[in-house]
């Protein structure tokens, strides 16, 4: 058995750390679109009360 050579419990754990990781890419447009917000209305709220 070569070093580069998975057993069949490696290569389910790879498979559970991979999908977990494509879950969370899923999530990260959202997490963006959150954070541009919390920006846009910080900004907003700078602009009306304190100029």
Avoid: H, K
């Avoid at 057993?7 to 447009?29: A, F, G, I, M």
Wanted: cysteine-free; aromatic content about 8%; charged content about 25%.
């Amino acid at each position: 058995m070569s070093p580069v050579d998975l057993t069949r419990v490696q290569r389910e754990e790879l498979q559970r750390e991979l999908d977990s990781n494509r879950r969370w890419e899923r999530r990260l447009p959202i997490y963006g679109g959150v954070a541009l917000l919390i920006i846009a209305v910080i900004v907003v709220v700078r602009v009306v009360f304190f100029s």
